[in-house]
């Protein structure tokens, strides 16, 4: 089961709701992933695969807003390791997304699925520690 956790609760509403709706769509993904008997199961993973990276890229815009609102010190550091993320999800090759592939979607997704949760952990949590 993918989910969000309270453990990565920042205590600011509206990047935990972002948060919360990463780890939704990453549940889809892998959900449609064990669906044995999904019609179009291929088609409908590149689209989800689409959303999470786009929603991605949406949250960070959103909490790098943040940090610059609240002048954090180790904005560009943190900024440079989302850049550093949405360069490697960018260059998952969904060409590669055929019926004999699941095994290379579940591994992406498993990466993805820890970035995010230790990115939150230890770097998201900083910019709450002050
Ligand atoms: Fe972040």
């Known amino acids: 089961m993918i989910s969000w956790r309270e453990e990565f609760a920042l205590g600011i509403p509206q990047l935990d709701e972002q948060h919360k ?3 939704d769509i990453a549940g889809r993904i892998y959900e449609l992933l064990k669906d044995e008997y999904a019609i179009d199961k291929y088609d409908g993973i590149v689209e989800l695969i689409e959303e999470l990276k786009d929603y991605t890229i949406y949250h960070f815009k959103t909490e790098e807003e943040y940090m610059e609102s609240i002048g ?5 550091t943190h900024k440079m390791e989302h850049e550093k993320f949405v360069d490697r999800i960018t260059n998952v090759d969904l060409n ?11 591994e992406t997704l498993d990466f993805v699925v820890k970035w995010i949760e230790k990115h939150i952990l230890e770097k998201d949590k900083m910019i709450v520690a002050g």
């Open 21 to 23: 709706k990463l780890f």
């Open 72 to 76: 954090y010190k180790k904005f560009f």
């Open 96 to 106: 590669q997304v055929d019926e004999n592939h699941d095994a290379y979607l579940l």
